[in-house]
């Protein structure tokens, strides 16, 4: 058996220190908590490298006595707590007595603090757990920590810390959320000199989400304020409109700490649930007022993750005082009149097939269309339409563009004849269900320049998706994806061929980032310039968008960017840079003509001219089809032409 040993002291302190201190953001948490349970009115947080090299945090609150400053680097010393019954009504921050001892155990340490009472301060340094000088000296009331090269004893743990730009954009993520934590506490944050954000600390939340969040999303805000007898909240309730891809933006807090619970989650989700397309998520920030013995904050070590007594019961009221609040506003968006009409200069570029005369013929057939009287959800047949030169449709396959295409369960090829008649049937309408199955190219080339005369294009079903006859199949495409496609290889190629052109933006788009997202286009802004994006800061945690690729013009050049950051945000994305450039180009087709929009028989007879040049033309970026086929003899068995 294998002899069993005592670790050192140090050893223990550098294993319990993993537990606490992970990255930067870790120690910045812990020293800024520690300042607001010491009664500070205003914090100061810097960082440089990331907090790798240096992370200073400063505040004007109580301090620490003289005899009481080493102390408070012991493991599980704490001045929050002192038995296990205090948990139940704690209202610190901070309890554990682990953070100091923790952060002294792997970095270089010094902290200089002052009483109120006392003449004269302190210095105390301490490096990797162990007394180095301690001496009194001239200093202000509160107290300021410097903690310097982080992870300098354990090289295998600072080896796995990301670059410093990531690492930093950790940090402020935190510090923003500290800021909207805290209204009543000023709280300035310096990264590498800069100063990114400066709250003046009035108790005006509404102040710090201008800060840090911009004009734009504070003009969108609904106050919202409710009180139960077992909690009360307030804060602000983003308007639909500025809903977004990932809940990073869903912030809360309870008793001023940042947390996260599923149940406060799904509730506010759930007020906002007829408001909101499927897979957005709401903005907003809530500040809750519970009962310390309601709220069990022991549950992490991070003290991140909390449990809410009578979940149930909370998961209720907050849900419907949610969709209350919703319900008592007018949303109907607003319109500015500058974005209906462009003033922007046009400039002359290759046009797109579906740029050609747009105007004109969406105007026709919108005419044609009403003329005719088309319920909603039902095709429009070219034989209604009308178009130049183009011939009646058999009454089989005008019938077949009429007829609703009900989606079922796939079959595999190999079950064809039974799959047939094995699908489900709607009983209602006496409908067979069968799903269409993936066009078999290898056998009949639709997409060929020989093809090309065989094909008629029917009409457009559900604003989406068009009805082609060719030889003895119907073929259905989905608009979207096939001009995504078209966008994809386009701009892959001429990042390739290092030809990609850029359409000037004037006057230019300005966002407003919070540090994460700064974070992110600091880290991608290299791939964000060979697309063809031309991006400036523009001060205050603003950027401005001055171009962006050709093939992208014409799009809500600032939603579809901020869809492409919270896509970065939520699915990093990593590889050799070509890796890179693709998944970018990827969510950058995503502007391409989406669903629900009318197009025209010739912008349809363009696109799939342009499907003709490419490499792959039957699957969208993100592996979708854009073509889907029914055979002739597929239909004629469900008119029981066939038995």
């Not at 100091?100 to 490096?127: F, H, M």
């Not at 097939?353 to 005719?372: D, K, M, N």
């Not at 205050?540 to 960017?561: H, M, Q, T, V, W």
Request: hydrophobic residues 35%; glycine residues 6%.
């Amino acid at each position: 058996m294998p002899e069993i040993n005592l670790l050192s002291q140090s050893t223990i302190d550098k294993i319990a220190a993993g537990e606490v201190v992970e990255r930067p953001l870790n120690v910045v948490k812990e020293l800024t908590e520690n300042a607001i349970d010491a009664g500070a009115s205003a914090i100061t947080a810097e960082i440089k490298d990331g907090g790798i090299s240096l992370i200073r945090v400063t505040d004007n609150g109580c301090g620490i006595e003289k005899d009481q400053l080493k102390k408070a680097f012991l493991r599980h010393a704490t001045s929050k707590i002192t038995s296990i019954e205090d948990l139940n009504h704690t209202e610190s921050l901070g309890f554990r007595g682990e953070a100091l001892s923790s952060i002294a155990a792997v970095s270089q340490v010094e902290v200089i603090t002052k009483t109120k009472q006392e003449l004269t301060g302190i210095r105390y340094a301490i490096s990797g757990g162990q007394e180095e000088d301690l001496e009194e000296i001239g200093a202000p009331s509160g107290t300021t920590f410097l903690v310097r090269n982080l992870f300098f004893n354990t090289p295998v743990r600072k080896k796995f810390l990301k670059q410093p730009q990531t690492e930093g954009g950790y940090v402020s993520d935190m510090m923003e959320h500290l800021a909207l934590s805290h209204p009543d506490i000023s709280i300035k944050f310096i990264n590498n000199g800069q100063v990114r954000f400066h709250t003046s600390g009035n108790g005006d939340l509404k102040e710090i989400i201008y800060r840090i969040y911009g004009r734009e999303t504070t003009d969108t805000l609904i106050p919202f304020s409710f009180q139960d007898k077992s909690f009360q909240v307030s804060g602000f309730l983003g308007k639909p409109q500025l809903n977004r891809s990932n809940r990073n933006f869903e912030t809360y807090f309870v008793n001023g700490r940042y947390v996260k619970n599923d149940i406060i989650t799904r509730a506010v989700e759930e007020g906002y649930r007829a408001y909101l397309m499927q897979h957005k998520f709401p903005f907003f920030v809530l500040h809750f007022t519970m009962s310390p013995s309601s709220v069990d904050v022991n549950v992490h070590p991070a003290k991140m993750e909390i449990r809410i007594l009578q979940e149930n019961r909370f998961f209720d009221i907050l849900s419907l005082a949610v969709s209350k609040c919703m319900k008592e506003q007018e949303l109907i968006p607003s319109i500015k009149l500058m974005e209906e009409s462009d003033s922007r200069p046009v400039i002359k570029s290759t046009p797109e097939p579906f740029e050609v005369q747009r105007t004109s013929l969406l105007r026709e057939e919108s005419e044609a269309y009403a003329a005719h009287g088309k319920a909603d959800n039902q095709p429009v047949a070219a034989a209604d339409i009308e178009f130049p030169s183009e011939p009646k449709v058999a009454d089989f396959l005008q019938k077949m563009a009429f007829n609703r295409v009900i989606g079922g369960s796939c079959e595999d090829s190999a079950g064809e004849n039974e799959g047939i008649h094995a699908n489900v049937i709607k009983a209602d309408q006496h409908i067979l269900v069968e799903k269409p199955t993936q066009l078999n190219f290898f056998e009949e080339k639709f997409l060929s320049a020989n093809a090309r005369e065989e094909y008629r294009i029917l009409g457009q079903l559900f604003d989406t998706y068009w009805l082609i006859a060719f030889r003895d199949k119907l073929l259905i495409m989905d608009q979207h994806a096939a001009h995504e496609k078209v966008k994809y290889e386009r701009l892959l190629k001429e990042l390739r061929e290092k030809t990609i052109s850029s359409q000037m933006i004037n006057p230019p788009v300005v966002v407003s980032l919070t540090g994460k997202e700064e974070e992110l286009l600091v880290e991608f802004t290299e791939y964000f310039s060979a697309l063809g994006f031309e991006i400036e800061e523009f001060g205050g945690g603003s950027y401005a968008i001055r171009s962006i690729p050709s093939d992208l013009y014409g799009c809500n050049e600032k939603s579809f960017f901020m869809e492409i950051l919270d896509e970065l945000s939520e699915n990093p994305i990593k590889g050799n840079p070509e890796v890179i450039l693709q998944k970018l180009a990827s969510m950058a087709c995503k502007a391409a003509v989406k669903g629900n929009q009318l197009l025209s028989c010739q912008e349809v007879q363009a696109l799939i001219d342009e499907l003709l040049t490419l490499e792959n033309p039957y699957h969208c970026p993100h592996g979708r089809p854009t073509i889907i086929s029914m055979s002739k003899y597929e239909i004629e068995k469900k008119f029981k032409r066939i038995v």
